[in-house]
C-alpha cells in the first residue's frame, strides 16, 4: 500500500518486562504529507507489560490523530512494530484477559475515528518504526530517572523486612500471625 496524506507510528516498551524493577513508557508521531506534525512521549510509571506500553503508544497515536485536524474521508495508516496488537485489532490472534481492556479501548477508539477517516492499520519492521521507538525509549527515560535505581529498590525492600512492619507483614502472609 502507497503511503497515506497522514501515518501515524506508535511504539511502546518496558524495560525488565514483567518484574517490579519494570519501567515503560510509550511513544507515537503522526506525519502529513511526510512533515511530523504531532508527536507524544508517555512515561507510564504503573505499568510492567511490554504489551500494555504498546497499547498505551497506539491509543497515543490515535488520539494524535484524533487531533491532527484531518478531513472527512481522509486516508490514514496507522504503523506499528507489535505484530501482537496488530494482530488483535485484525481480529487474528486471540487476546488475553490482560490486554481485553485495551483491545476494547482501541478498537472503540479506531471505530470512531473511522466515522470520519479511511483508516488501515499496519504491522511494520521495528526498522521502520524508528521515530516512535526513540520516543518510547524517551518515556523510559523518564520513569527510570523518577523511579529509584535497582539497586535502591532492593536496599529499600530489605530494609524494610528488617523493621518490625516488615516481619509482621511476611508473618501475616504465612498465616503465624
Known amino acids: 500500500m502507497g503511503d497515506s496524506r497522514l501515518l501515524v507510528y506508535f511504539d511502546g516498551g518496558a524495560r525488565a518486562n514483567g518484574t517490579a524493577f519494570a519501567v515503560a513508557g510509550a511513544g507515537a508521531v503522526v506525519y502529513r504529507d511526510g512533515v511530523k506534525v504531532a508527536e507524544v ?8 507489560s ?6 498505551e503508544g497506539l491509543l ?18 496507522v504503523r506499528g512494530d507489535s505484530a501482537l496488537v496488530v494482530g488483535h485489532l485484525a481480529r487474528r ?35 521502520l518504526n524508528t521515530d516512535a521507538d526513540a520516543l518510547s525509549n524517551a518515556a523510559m ?10 539497586q535502591q529498590q532492593e536496599t529499600m ?16 502472609e504465612m498465616g503465624k500471625a
Do not use: W
Open 41 to 48: 512521549v508517555l512515561p507510564l510509571p504503573t505499568v510492567r
Open 50 to 55: 511490554n504489551n500494555v506500553a504498546e497499547y
Open 60 to 77: 497515543a497515536g490515535l488520539h494524535l490523530l484524533g487531533d491532527a485536524g484531518e478531513a472527512e474521508g481522509e486516508e490514514c495508516t
Open 93 to 127: 490472534m486471540a487476546c488475553s484477559e490482560e490486554l481485553k481492556p485495551y483491545l476494547t479501548r482501541a478498537a472503540l477508539k479506531v471505530s470512531s475515528l473511522q466515522r470520519r477517516l479511511t483508516l488501515h492499520i499496519e504491522h511494520v519492521a521495528r526498522e
Open 141 to 150: 527515560d523518564l520513569v527510570q530517572r523518577q523511579r529509584p535505581t535497582r
Open 157 to 172: 525492600l530489605a530494609n524494610f523486612r528488617r523493621s518490625g512492619l516488615g516481619k509482621a507483614l511476611s508473618l501475616i
